[in-house]
């Protein structure tokens, strides 16, 4: 068992060495091929990944007036959970609105005394809205104006931030096309390497 190892290897270094040139270019070959192969699985891994992380930055969020009542937001949010379009619509009181600016501004004393100035809440309860596909929003958009809602709504983030939705829309498909255009190229190199 041992000789016939031995042999197996011995001759293999041989044969390598006789025909270095082209055991050298069989093996740049594969490495090749293997390279091309790795660097398919890491674009197509990174790509997703950031058009993912990408999408879940944008959002549009509807402001409501001081004076709608909670039962009424709620009612909004069902009819938008009710939109094919949607993927998320969190609640969030004028409460919780309150806390998160005390939160993210507790450093700034002038805004804590402005807050302790007023004595009653500012904030505006308000919903945010996350659809399936960045293209959805002005659609989602559009289903708010009906006449049921605009006496309760206050502002929709969506109009101010149209032109920043619409690109980031625009990179997320440029990334997608560009990622199945590049998928197939570095798969088709592959192939003819192989």
């Known amino acids: 068992m041992v000789t016939k ?4 290897i011995r001759y293999g270094f041989q044969n390598f060495w ?6 050298a270019a069989t093996l740049s070959v594969v490495l090749l091929a293997l ?8 674009f197509n891994v990174t790509s997703k990944t950031a058009i993912t992380t990408l999408q879940e930055k944008i959002d549009v969020i509807v402001y409501f007036n001081t004076e709608a009542s909670e039962d009424d937001i709620l009612g909004v949010k069902r009819s938008l959970e009710g939109l094919q379009e949607v993927k998320v619509v969190e609640y969030v009181s004028r409460e919780r ?3 998160e600016f005390q939160t993210r501004h507790e450093e700034d004393t002038l805004i ?9 809440n500012p904030l505006s309860a308000s919903l945010k809205i996350k659809a399936y596909d960045p ?9 708010l104006k009906q006449d049921t ?3 309760l709504i206050s502002k929709v983030s969506y109009e101010e931030n149209k032109v920043v939705i619409d690109r980031l ?9 560009g990622g199945a255009i590049l998928t197939i190229v570095l798969a088709a190199i592959a192939v003819l390497v192989v």
């Open 135 to 143: 293209n959805e929003y002005g659609s989602i958009s559009e289903s």
């Open 35 to 42: 390279l091309v192969s790795e660097s398919l699985i890491l």
């Open 5 to 8: 190892l031995y042999r197996i």
């Open 97 to 99: 609105a309150l806390q």
């Open 18 to 23: 006789r025909n270095r040139m082209l055991s």
């Open 149 to 151: 809602f605009t006496s």
């Open 112 to 120: 804590s005394r402005s807050l302790t100035a007023l004595g009653t």
């Open 169 to 177: 829309a625009k990179f997320v498909d440029y990334g997608r096309i």
